[in-house]
């Protein structure tokens, strides 16, 4: 489907609460579908990637029941499903998933596979089968790619030192780490979101410093709980990024996740010259969240240190659109994860900016974006959620209307988006 975008005619207002958050929604219904006895989730965002991940876990034998928004699971025990669990578009289901099941003691001896789309099945899934038959796990894929077909066996835990800072394949690690015999070490050369590393404790595990590192100890019993899933600072981001764009704009966004490994955008919006006002004092399931204030102001471009690159990862797309209207030049660097997302984004934003007039150099692991004029056109999301949503957020400044093709890819992480920017003043179309 196709998004049709018409340039702000009035400031943005309003009151906004983003939808739960989409990591901590999959780590909860993955551990509450692991977990014995009940967990009772809310605030799960009901989004394609997330209720793919529920569904894995529904067909490896947990119980699920859903009214008046709260998920509660009857988890603990599994059986291998008689068909191929399908994670869609979603990395984070697909890899800590593979982790949770390699050596799962319900499952051993037999037989589970990993699916997704087109796209997922592109994406390197290397990074975490390696180090998992390095603890005994057998995985076979497609050169590296999904499908994944995985005969749970007995694992050991082991020292793992990863070469990318990544959440997902320390996550993948550490579930599998639950099961198997001795401690599991992880140690990354970056920060990464510690979702997992909060969550665990709450479902009675035990995780202790890896000096350096983090490590769990194995065989561990799991035992269900009540997760509260704060808002998600990376749909959120959209509408700060156009409160930041549209001139005269007021907006509070409350109940927003503020955990300091995910809040490098605010750093970086900051540094570029945003208004931010941030009060943040509550928690939600052991994760800081508060309310945030944006004011329109002047963007300017900046050099954006390469250590802030893993805590802004999924807010890329949007901070290279927010460049594109900022007065100067940002450059982007240390960011070759980002070719390995949803699409490749760094190839993807600077071909779709560029179609907006934008001028734009692209590196191999990022990019110079000097912030000008954007034309109106039309551009594509190539399957990418958050290429479809920073398009549409740069499309308010533009000098007139844009269209963005596939963009209902916005389904796998907010498909409230649409709405919620009407809701705020934005003119946004389907067509
Ligand atoms: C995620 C980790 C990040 C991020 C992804 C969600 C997670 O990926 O890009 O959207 O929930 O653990 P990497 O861990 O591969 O950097």
Redesign the pocket.
Known sequence: MRLVINPAERALRGVYRPPGD??IS?RAAILGGLAAGETEIHGFLDSADTRATLSAMQQLGARIDESNGIIRMQGGSLCAPSEALDLGNS??GMRLLAGALAGHPDLIGQRVTLTGDESLSRRPMARIIEPLAHMGARITSDDGHAPLAIKPSNLSGKRHALSVA????K?ALLLAGVFAEGDTVVLEPGV??D?TERMLPAFGAILHDGEPGVAIRGRQELTGTRIEVPGDLSSAAFVLGAGLLVGDSEIELEGVGLNPTRSGVIDIVRAMGAGLRIDGDQTAGGEPTGRLRVDAGVLHGVDIAPDLV?LA??EFPLIMALAAAAEGRTRIRGAS?LRV?ESDRIAVMCRELARLGVEVEELDDGAVITGGRICAGEVDSHGDHRVAMSLAVLALVAEGPVVIDNADWIRTSYPGFVDDMRGLGAELEWK
């Open positions: 989409k990591s999959h990395g984070t990544s959440a997902q394949v996550s990464s979101r979702h893993p990862i999924d994860e997302k």
